[in-house]
């Protein structure tokens, strides 16, 4: 991979922090456009119409796309290197960035409420390692805004509820969710593992590109079935009504314990915010 040093992944972890409240991504931005194309209440072309008008006025003057900036979620996939913190990296790069405006300072303790100020405290900023994929680096930043993540939901169902029950569940998700989440809206889905695993799952769905169905074909079929029994029950843009409720389904699974079934739902708003960087071999190149 060549030398990375700690202050280029600090630097690297503020820019795509920048990336990531600034600008949407282009498979998200070009979903909105289709849905809008496609929408036929009128109710539900003003809001997609304003929804893209945002996020042209948030890329052009540098602006974050929503008030409220959520949490940030590193994903890290590299293999261990001497002298090197991640970590220590990705909350350096935190603190400068909400002291540059980038961030909202969101984070409170659970209890008091008391907010550092800085985004920081303790578990925070939530950093993942994944294994690595092939040589190199790659850093990945979510930002996960309150009102998706208020109504993800997870739960343990009998094995004998099968894909029929997973399918209700996703889907009562969903339409109980309402416009809390602001859709059009992003699904993850998490099948298997433990309670936890589930719910990790259903987070590293929403980092697949939207136009990037499962490899597996059950999973692959799945996807596209819940995507279009959602969109069919008609909550639409803001839950206002209309017919994209959701621009994509996205499922990740593991294997679990004979006598349980964990599903997860984690949402996420029309403002997906995701960025990624690889750096191989001393170029650095931004996703």
Not at 157 to 167: A, Q
Not at 231 to 247: A, K, Q, S, W
Request: glycine residues 10%.
């Amino acid at each position: 991979m060549g030398e990375v040093t700690q202050g280029e992944v600090e630097e690297a972890c503020l820019e795509l922090l920048r990336r990531a409240s600034t600008r949407l991504p282009q498979d998200v931005k070009a979903a909105l456009r289709r849905a809008l194309r496609s929408e036929r209440d009128p109710i539900a072309k003003i809001n997609l119409r304003a929804v893209l008008e945002n996020v042209e006025v948030a890329e052009r003057e540098g602006l974050p796309l929503c008030q409220d900036t959520g949490l940030p979620i590193f994903y890290f996939r590299l293999r261990p290197l001497p002298g090197l913190d991640p970590a220590a990296a990705a909350a350096r790069a935190v603190r400068r960035a909400t002291r540059e405006g980038i961030l909202r300072p969101n984070t409170v303790h659970p209890l008091s409420r008391r907010n550092p100020g800085d985004n920081l405290g303790r578990g925070m900023p939530l950093v993942r390692f994944l294994p690595p994929d092939g040589e190199g680096m790659e850093i990945t930043v979510m930002l996960k805004g309150a009102g998706a993540e208020n109504v993800s939901r997870t739960s343990v169902l009998s094995p004998g509820e099968g894909e029929k029950g997973l399918r209700e569940f996703v889907v009562r998700t969903v339409l109980e969710a309402g416009g809390k989440p602001c859709p059009p809206v992003v699904v993850g889905v998490g099948v298997g593992g433990t309670v936890e695993t589930s719910m990790e799952l259903a987070k590293l769905a929403l980092l697949r590109p939207l136009p990037k169905r499962h490899p597996e074909a059950p999973f692959r079929r799945l996807e596209g079935e819940l995507e279009r029994e959602i969109n069919r029950r008609g909550c639409g843009p803001m839950g206002l009504g209309g017919r994209t409720t959701c621009l994509g389904v996205k499922v990740e699974y593991a294997h679990t314990h004979t006598a349980s079934l964990p599903v997860s739902v984690n949402l996420q708003c029309w403002a997906a915010r995701r960025a990624s960087v690889r750096v191989k071999g001393g170029r650095w190149e931004w996703k």
